[in-house]
């Protein structure tokens, strides 16, 4: 949402990624309000996994956030582009859950989580970005509470047009059907199950031909099984989608914590049956270990899960 820009702060010699908010949606009132009231509560964190927000202020009617800024790349060019080996890419959603957890444990809920919110540093840390933004878009609660996935959909379109499928494909079922009060960190739990299924088979767990398709998707079909894309993918992952993308929240996990350490188990698991693999590989002809090319493979061997000589 928004325009971002690299800039100086002057004051105290630093860099920061600087996003200016859009006219139309920073000219409501209310959900400004409400906006910089969640904005200064997650510029309170501090956790390794949160992008700092240093400051939420505006000039001569422009609205701005001045964070950050993060020198590296988007989850999704993780995913997709670099094809970032699974044991890597587990890592780092350890850790957005890690600073998930921070959050959650603050009070304060994403409500836009997705692999373009989260930005992959050279250094190898995981940061999430724009806690807060989602109050921009937030549905208002009609007469009944609610409001229709027709409402919500007509409304993100206007609020952020070019990016519908983007926040539509990771909406938890309640944030599909407007209900607003319904929205809590369970919700966020959800987008992590889509992302999660996207790591593994390099698609969307709920893409339709249209908005409306998938929103109806969300709320309707059942859990997409991981093995109908990727059948090398290990069933402890399918376990741990499947109840991040329960459809009522009280039946998915109740702490994205507990998501934490059982991906970091998962991760664990990986990286020793690589070394075992890497221990038993006899030499070749030619002389060079066969290890040098033993890959787990995901996404119909198209993405390399564990490279066998890769070390953490």
Known sequence: MG?????????????????????????????MRR???????????????????????EIEGTHFIAMEYIDGGTLREEIHTRKTPLTKLLKYLTQVAEGLA?????????????????????????????????????????????????????????STPGMIMGTVGYMSPEQAQGRVKE??????????????YEVATGQRAFEGKDVLDSLHMIVHAPTPQIRDVNADAPNEMQRIVRRCLAKEPEKRYQSIKEVAIELDELRQEFKEKAELEYSVQPESSSGESASSSQRVQINSGQRSAVNATQTE
Do not use: W
């Open 102 to 158: 921070k959050a959650h444990a603050a009070g304060i809920v994403h409500r836009d989580l997705k692999p373009d919110n989260i930005m992959v540093a050279h250094d190898g840390y995981a940061k999430i970005l724009d806690f807060g933004l989602a109050k921009l878009i937030e549905p208002q609660k009609g007469r009944d509470g609610g409001s229709s996935e027709v409402a919500t959909a007509i409304l993100l379109q206007h």
């Open 3 to 31: 325009e971002v820009y690299l800039a100086l702060d002057a004051q105290l010699d630093r860099t920061v990624a600087l996003k200016i908010l859009p006219h139309d949606v920073a000219s409501n009132g209310e959900r």
């Open 35 to 57: 906006f910089v009231q969640e904005a200064k509560a997650a510029a309170a964190l501090s956790h390794p996994n949160i992008a700092h927000i240093y400051e939420v202020g």
């Open 183 to 196: 929205i809590d960190h369970r919700s966020d739990i959800f987008s992590f199950g889509c992302i999660l």
